[in-house]
């Protein structure tokens, strides 16, 4: 009833955030230890162990989930109850109770090896094995099982166990003496440049369409894990093992851990070439004027770089749905006077 008067619509229960009363500070700890040495002339390397530890992270709780044990659960998976009408604190749908519950870890193995002015040529490569858990990645991300917080402890979303990185500019010593001004000026004097990256799949999460907890939503389900499904084809129309997974017990949460599966890795290579021009005549400058020239390649070879992955049970699930981007050439044209 509105008024007196009975509504033309349905009014349903508003959600409410809550902070939770002993809201602590989210703290860091960090530390490193490491060792440095001089290959030779110009070219150190060095190896490092970097790690923190993030207590009183920020995690949301759905407090006004269903009780595990309420029987009636059964008749809201059926859909012939509203879930709203079996929640703890009746009147609300959900309620969001943002605390300050649990944490992160990150341990890793770093190697940097730079190599200075080699016959013209400049390198620098990185290495990372690393390994991140925690219960949820983002900033507002929240509890899968409220009455199980472990239930999320997993791979953080950005996890990539290892990375490859190289960086490179050499100053090409081609027709740099030659004897014609003209093909010294033009064909001499160019700079390669790049960067080239390697790693490994970021960690993903297989879960699993609808209610099937019979909570009225609010919550993800997960799948049943019955082997390895890291040990897929690796292909476009089935990354991972997909029958590695069997959907959840009716009125449960799932079994499956939280990026428990591993994304397509990457290979990219982004190059450049470079050119100054300079002694350009222009009046009343004795020194000229400089032209500078650059070509840039991102991901120059074009080779198909596979991103995402569905990973929810239903229409393609398994499937590559996303690549990052094709090969892009960019051209640049600076005049200095």
Known sequence: MVNGQKAAVPIFPGSVYALAKDYKIPTSYQWSLGIQHELMARAVITVQYVGNQNPHQRFERPLNTPFLADPRRADVLAGTLDGNRIRPFPGFAGIQYAEMSTSS??????????????????????YTYSHCLDYGSGDFSGASNPYNLKFDRGNCDLDRRHILSL???????????????????????WQFSGITTF????????????????????VQIRSILLSNPNDGPKKVNEWFKTDAFAPPVPLTFGTAGRNIVVGPGRGNWN????????GIPLPKTPEGGQVQFRAEF???????QLHGVNTSFGGGFGEVNSTYDPRVIQLGLKFLF
């Open 167 to 189: 960086n490179y500019v050499w100053d090409l010593p081609f027709f740099k003496s030659s004897q014609s001004k003209l093909v010294r000026g033009t064909l001499g004097g």
């Open 105 to 126: 870890d990150y341990n890793s193995l770093q190697v940097n090896c730079r190599m200075q002015n080699q016959k013209g040529m400049t390198v620098q490569s990185a």
């Open 298 to 304: 991102f991901n120059a070879f074009n080779h198909t």
């Open 271 to 278: 190059l450049s070439l470079f050119k100054v021009f300079s």
């Open 199 to 218: 790693e490994t799949g970021l960690h993903m999460t297989v879960t699993y369409p609808g209610d099937n907890a019979g909570v009225g939503g609010g």
